[in-house]
């Protein structure tokens, strides 16, 4: 039997609570921001990262904010997994992560990585699960896993190539090298370069969630059809352009339209 996302998902009250918060919440206006909070370990992500994460999550998914943005500290937004963190089951950690990924990909709410310092290895892919990406001028991007007889484990080979292609995405993957920030942008892995990171993605989160209509909900519901055979794909268009079509704010939107 498979098991969703939400129930692989590791959350705090479920492993103990740590002494030392390893993601911060601040609201900037109607944004839940989380911050990683693992300095000295350059944001690295261990079990306990993870279950904070995931209860936060919780917490965002089903309050009054209407988006997300996911940062880290000037350094480092995330450098991946904790590779010293003892006792560690790799695949069950890759498990946990696929089903964090998959909930970002799903989640209700937008959600805007910022990204300072460096995304490398599952910090991308964390941000990859995300809908968009802003980074500082000074980012560095990249998934080193091959270098240590690796592959990125966390989603990378299959949201990266459906982002920038396949061959950009072996490029990436296959040397282990990062890139700017410039890079990254002309490839379409990032969506803005700003200094002010963090308050850039609050900015431009809010503006992608003004309209909190069903038709936001249709478009994001069908473009993450896209992965479907055409056909398919088509259908799932096909039956959210009607359902939104007869929705009451539609139907008042068209009638104040053409009344100009």
Sequence with gaps: MRCSARHLALRTAEIGRWPVMRIMRTDDRDVAVLMFNRPERLNAIDTAMLAELN??????????????VITGSPRAFCVGSDLKEKGADGELRI???HALIQ???????????????????????I?????FRIADPNAVLGLPEVKLGLIPAYGATQILPRLIGETRSLDLMLSGDPIDPVTALAWGLIDRINEN???AAVEFALQRAGNRSSAEAAIRQAVGASGMPLAEG?????????????SNEAKAALAAFTAR
């Design 234 to 246: 088509l259908d799932v268009e096909r039956e959210l352009a009607i359902a939104t079509s007869g």
């Design 197 to 199: 990171v963090v308050e």
């Design 127 to 131: 941000a990859l699960g995300l809908q």
């Design 103 to 125: 909930r970002l990909r799903a989640f209700p709410k937008i959600g805007v990585a910022a990204l300072s310092g460096y995304a490398l290895g599952g910090g991308l892919e």
């Design 55 to 68: 209860t936060h999550l919780d917490t965002i998914e089903s309050d009054a904010s209407r988006a997300l």
């Design 95 to 97: 498990r946990h992560m």
